[in-house]
């Protein structure tokens, strides 16, 4: 449970001042196509999507997350962080605090897919941010044929990936609250109880768990 509290305490104490971060790359194992940010504080909200060979170099990159106080990431401490800081040696500081949400959710017994669980707990998106091709396919549409909608396309879908990130963290923390400290009422914010996809007649920890592994095993066959 300790780890749960530290991430407890460590997203909300540096909430407003957070940097969601999320990458694509221009084929499987390959260089960093685009990297989005996301902010939001009680100054409002901001985004932007650098592109390679555009924009997407360490000075945007250290610009871009200027005193950041957390980088909030899925699955980034072994993929999106790693890349960058690879291309782009000393973009992202390693004095920098990082909360994986990847690592949150395993910790909960959730451990999938960002989309899974996007699609578990409620999390949407517009229709331009659902593509009908991967990304790697609207990389190289726009790198070989020039195909700027294909390029609009994937910086939408990787924005959307980078602001989702913000309501997945929101979601574990309460869940996470209600894990230590049996404030059931958070999960039902969190989970938007009643739910169609998950059947919550209780609030036991084993009932919930099992609603949740259930809605997970849903999604991940409608992906195979």
Known sequence: ???????????????????????????????VATVALY????????????????DLNVTTL???LHETELLVTFNGLRFDIP??????????SKDLRVLDLYQFACELGVG???????????????????????????????KNEGNLNALEHLMAYNLAD????????????KWARWRIYGEYQL????????????D?????????????EESICIQRRKEA
Not at 187 to 198: F, K, M, S, T
């Open 187 to 198: 999960i039902v914010e969190a989970l938007g109880d009643p739910r169609p996809n998950l």
């Open 112 to 142: 999938t897919k960002l989309k899974i669980l996007e699609q578990t707990f409620g999390i949407q998106r517009s229709g331009h941010e659902r593509p009908t091709r991967s990304t790697h396919e609207m990389w190289a549409e726009y």
């Open 39 to 54: 902010r939001c504080s009680e100054f409002g909200e901001q985004q932007k999507c650098l592109v390679r060979d555009k």
């Open 200 to 212: 919550i007649k209780s609030n036991s920890t084993s009932h919930v768990l099992k609603a949740i």
């Open 162 to 173: 980078a602001r989702n990130l913000l309501q997945l963290a929101e979601t574990l923390v």
């Open 1 to 31: 449970m300790k780890r749960l509290q530290d991430w407890i305490d460590l997203f909300l104490k540096h909430k407003n001042r957070a940097v969601y971060l999320d990458i694509e790359t221009t084929h499987f194992d390959g260089d």
């Open 62 to 64: 250290c610009a871009a």
């Open 83 to 92: 890349r960058i800081n690879t291309e782009w040696p000393g973009a992202i």
